[in-house]
């Protein structure tokens, strides 16, 4: 499976943007897809999964209510909303897959994209 991400970009604090994240090759091997994020110095951390048929849907708190997670599963892709930003969302954003079922522990998942990198200026 190969995952390319888009959609990153720099936005003012308060702003939204919203990633893209294209599946090719076995994706049916995609049964539960998400993103994770990493900033400068920092580990990569889990901000949002969503199972194959939606059903199951999980957030970092501190993306709640703000971001929104959904996927297309006719044009193999998952989508990351994000509304409300703060510079604290600056981070390379990855998307991934390959887990059994939503996982927010990134060693559940198999697949990964190269990253977006989202910057949000105050």
């Known amino acids: 499976v190969q995952l390319v991400d888009s959609g990153g970009g720099t936005v003012q604090a308060g702003g939204s943007l919203k990633l893209s994240c294209a599946a090719s090759?076995?994706?049916?091997?995609?049964?539960?897809m998400g993103w994770f994020r990493q900033a400068p110095g920092n580990e990569r951390e889990f901000v949002a999964a969503i199972s194959w048929d939606g059903e199951s849907i999980y957030y970092s708190p501190s993306v709640k209510g703000r971001f929104t997670i959904s996927r297309d599963n006719g044009q193999n892709r998952a989508y990351l909303q994000m509304n409300n930003l703060t510079p604290g969302d600056t981070a390379v954003y990855h998307c991934?897959?390959?887990?059994?079922?939503?996982?927010?522990?990134?060693?559940?998942?198999?697949?990964w994209g190269q990253g977006t990198q989202v910057t949000v200026s105050s």
């Open positions: 991934t897959t390959g887990s059994s079922s939503v996982a927010l522990q990134l060693e559940r998942y198999r697949y």
């Open positions: 090759g076995r994706t049916d091997s995609t049964p539960a």
